[in-house]
């Protein structure tokens, strides 16, 4: 009997070859790209902060610091820069486990009142009110801190303790009874995060706001 030729694309061999070096050409890629992506979202610390090391996630206590954001021309969208220090609730001085524990309070607290049933933070959550990734760095937020608080945060923590009565835009964020406590945890948690690297998301947040300042070496 003759050997029949068979044609490569309906041989079984080749295709269960190939599904094999697919998945596991796949499997590599993934376990790399997931260590590389946990190097990259590394909190980083306050040795970092203190010597100009820019880390995509900062450590806490960059609720010491200035934050702003600058349009860089290689990457194509806005990066945040971290400036000179700025008091935060009258201090500038937090040290890492206390900036920890005032973050922990304020992320606590963001999930216990469900923000994102509303807000989007970093990418998830809903779009029924404003995107709060970037909200720290809001204009709006000169004008409340105008309205009666001597600083933006203090403008923020007033606002989110009693939003009904601060409505500033055609929709007003209902009162959550959050505490004065909580709101501080909130405020350091809103400033953290838009201290954060997202590579330029939310696109084209708050552009009026980008004003260009002292460089730490963040390019
Ligand atoms: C039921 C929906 C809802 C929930 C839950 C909610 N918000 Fe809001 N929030 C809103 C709406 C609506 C606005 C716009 C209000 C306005 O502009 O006056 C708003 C506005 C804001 C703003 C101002 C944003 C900006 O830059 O203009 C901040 C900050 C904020 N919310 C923080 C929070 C935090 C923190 C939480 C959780 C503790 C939260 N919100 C929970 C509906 C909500």
Not at 88 to 98: A, K, L, N, Q, V
Not at 167 to 176: D, E, G, I
Request: proline share 4%; with cysteine.
């Amino acid at each position: 009997m003759s050997k029949r030729t068979v044609s490569v694309w309906t041989d079984n061999r080749f295709w269960m070859r190939s599904a094999g070096w697919i998945t596991g050409f796949s499997a590599v890629l993934l376990i790399w790209l997931t260590f590389d992506t946990l190097a990259q979202i590394q909190m980083g610390d306050d040795n970092d902060l203190k010597s100009g090391i820019a880390k995509r996630v900062p450590g806490p206590t960059v609720i010491n610091y200035n934050i702003k954001y600058q349009f860089n021309e290689k990457r194509g969208h806005e990066v945040p820069i971290i400036g000179e220090k700025e008091k935060f609730f009258g201090r500038d001085d937090y040290s890492e486990e206390e900036a920890g524990k005032l973050l922990h309070i304020g992320k606590l607290a963001s999930q216990v009142k469900n923000c994102m049933n509303c807000h989007t933070l970093l990418g998830n959550g809903a779009y029924y009110a404003p995107d709060l990734t970037k909200a720290w760095l809001d204009p709006k937020w000169d004008e409340v801190a105008f309205l009666g608080a001597p600083t933006k945060e203090e403008g923020i923590a007033k606002f989110l303790m009693d939003p009904s009565g601060n409505v500033m835009h055609s929709k007003a964020m209902p009162n959550l009874g959050i505490t004065e406590k909580e709101a501080k945890g909130l405020v350091a948690f809103l400033k953290h995060m838009s201290s954060i690297d997202t590579n330029g998301f939310p696109r084209n947040f708050g552009k009026k706001n980008l004003v260009v300042n002292e460089k730490r070496g963040n390019q």
